[in-house]
């Protein structure tokens, strides 16, 4: 039996994963402990976390893995401000005390950061690094249901890969192809997230959700992505890419690229985050998704065809693309995909600790070829009736405890019913960016208001944001045109025709906001501009109580789909505790909150107008 701890940290998404025999048992996200988004920081907590779950000390492992290597990134960095001397003096001098102090001598960081978790014989540990992509690949692939596939990965960057073709087959992964830096789909993508005034490594949904607010029919659109494909990429037939480096400022500027050039090129200046988004916005928006969608698309039929498989495995940043994976999905250019739900390097934790487990420890694996093993995503940790209770008492809470869960959930559908904002929070955290029904807050789709009052005082976000459905799997073809399971909301599909509703004759030239207030379906808070939806299947096997209370909504009203988005406030990561959920339910307008059996109504608590008391700070995101 191998016992084997997992780590990412120290760029973006710390994260933990503990695997034993090759089970997952636990694997979080530092941000969820610490509050801080997207935190690089050595995840203490979540470590902490996934040991105490697996019921491990430090001396119990069989091996810590990071997920990527410190000296081939650092051989990276050099090369690179080599290459382009004398230009990136000042990115140089910025980043070279860190490396230098920190990242250089990362065994000796991560020896006494754990130590900060418990005293351990460092004598009995052993310290494993794989390679960036094979942490993305393994952990894309060894959970998947397959005992064969291609895997394809995608981010911005590794060590030095971008992306990787490599064909997966029982324990053993083989890579095919790899892409380069400074050359990067990724990147590329992140360049646009900067130029329409997102936050680079974290905005990029953002970039996706705004895409469909522009035309690609119009020449405007047109004309971007002729002059995307002509002077900043070329994209070649097998999907990989060469960026023109006279644009970008990624390789060894502060900045993603050159803002003047880029000005030139599409005729309006960098947008300042905040400001107002305006028609051209999303047309660049719509233009460089398009260009994404080819450059995944071609580099799947070139991973179908160096590999012959049937299967199709992804993982890196890239494959939180929800659009582009539909859209590979309806290519059919595999029979089957399965998309690893902590996609980003909070994954590659959960892959480093996989890969060492059938690859460095050569450990047999069984695949059933229906079943993946990620547990429904529900791997962070769940909280006891105990634990609510202290928290009722801490805050003097106003509450009912329900005996039976079947008439707590029909009273609470009632309430989702009657136009009510509803905080769940049941079970396990759940693992990667996506709330999946245990750290969530629900609505009605149906309601037409529901989409701008959830972003606006509830997230507390942009209004162009757009929200999710959580549909019953066996009836998810009644609502969209969707012929697969999509339990981790990885994939986006149309909503059936006979749901729609006719537009405006010219809805096309309306502007962004009279669009999205026009009511395209009988589901109209989760149907996108483009008739588009970001669906979650809920399926029993992995989420029964989930399960109930949209059985018990579709009972009441003949709907089997709710909104479902992440339970937070914009900037802010998913909550984890009880108290973390008693207190963005308190802060803001939120109607009622379910924890476990317990049911908290806005109205009945004894300070709930005292604003100052319960204001939530929002942050950048």
Known sequence: MKRILGISAFYHDSAAAVTVDGKIIAAAQEERFTGKKHTPDFPIHAIQYCLTEAGLTIDDLDAVVFYDKPFLKFERLLETYYAFAPRGAASFVRAMP??????????????????????????????????????????????????????????????????????GEG?????????????????????????????????????????????????????????????????????????????????????MVKDRDWEKLFGFPRRIAETEITQHHCNLACAIQNVTEEIVLKMAHEAKSLTGAENLCLAGGVALNCVANGKLLREKIFKHIFIQPAAGDAGGALGAALAAHFIYFEQERNADGQHDQMSGAFLGPAFTAGDIEALNNKFNAVCRRYGDFNEMTKYIAAKIAEGMVVGWFQG?????????????????????????????????????RPFAPSVLAEDVRDYFNLETDSPYMLLTAFVREARRNPLPADYDDLPPRDRLSCLRSDLPSVTHL??????????????????????????????????????????????CTPEDAYRCFMGTEMDYLVMEDFVYCKAEQHDWQNKEKWKVTVDAD
């Open 428 to 464: 396990k955290m759940e693992f990667g960016p996506r709330a999946l029904g245990n750290r969530s807050i629900l609505a009605d789709a149906r309601n037409p208001e529901m989409q701008q009052k959830l972003n606006l005082k509830i997230k507390y976000r942009e209004a162009f």
């Open 530 to 575: 483009d008739f588009s939806a970001r669906i979650q299947t809920v399926h029993k096997e992995t989420h029964p109580r989930f399960r109930q209370l949209i059985n018990a909504f579709k009972d009441l009203t003949g709907c089997a789909a709710v909104i479902n988005t992440s339970f937070n406030v914009r900037g802010k990561p998913l909550v």
């Open 98 to 167: 860190v490396w230098l102090n920190e990242k250089l001598f990362l065994k000796k960081l991560v020896f006494d950061s754990l130590r900060e978790i418990g005293d351990y014989n460092k004598k009995k540990i052993r310290l494993l690094f794989p390679e960036h992509h094979l942490s993305h690949a393994a952990g894309a692939f060894f959970p998947s249901p397959y005992g064969k596939a291609a895997i394809l990965t995608i981010d911005g960057v590794g060590e030095w890969c971008t992306a990787s073709i490599a064909g």
């Open 171 to 255: 324990n053993k992964i083989t890579f095919f192809k790899e892409m380069h830096f400074p050359h990067s789909a990724g990147l590329l993508y992140s360049a646009f997230t900067y130029y329409l005034g997102f936050t680079v490594n974290s905005g990029e949904y953002k970039l996706m959700g705004l895409a469909p607010y522009g035309n690609p029919h119009v020449a405007q659109t047109k004309k971007f992505i002729d002059i995307i494909k002509t002077k900043l990429v070329d994209i070649k037939e097998d999907g990989s890419v060469w960026l023109n480096q006279d644009f970008f400022n990624y390789a060894t500027g502060l900045t």
